[in-house]
């Protein structure tokens, strides 16, 4: 599996490590990197302009928004990302954007 974080900022380190350990709980391999590219399976995108900016070269990528606010969940909901998790980020939340709503 191949996750993509966008967007990156200070939450970028804790986002790593958690998406790692939710991996390892389930006995997959992951490549986590930095960068947006076509291969991705899951794309971590921080904050709106990433997620638009990957939604416009791929209808395909299944984004999850990590935001701040309702106001940007909107927002990623008109953009049309596939799960949106608020900041503090949760082990459970991002279990649930990688394992159950990938498709």
């Known amino acids: 599996m ?6 990156l900022d ?3 380190k804790q986002l790593c490590e958690k998406i790692e350990r939710v991996c390892k709980r ?9 960068a947006f590219e076509e291969d991705c399976d899951i ?10 900016e990957i939604r416009q070269k791929s ?8 935001c701040d ?11 049309r990302v596939n799960n949106c998790i ?3 980020l949760s082990i459970e ?7 159950n709503d990938s498709g």
Not at 2 to 7: R, T, V
Not at 43 to 52: D, E, L, P, R, S
């Open 69 to 79: 606010s309702n106001e940007e969940a909107l927002e990623g909901y008109d953009i």
């Open 2 to 7: 191949k996750i993509a974080i966008c967007g």
């Open 10 to 12: 200070d939450c970028e």
């Open 93 to 99: 939340r991002i279990e649930m954007a990688i394992f």
């Open 26 to 34: 389930h006995y997959r391999t992951v490549q986590i990197q930095n």
């Open 59 to 66: 209808k395909r990528i299944h984004i999850v928004l990590v």
């Open 43 to 52: 794309v971590f995108a921080i904050g709106t302009i990433a997620a638009k």
């Open 86 to 88: 608020k900041k503090p």
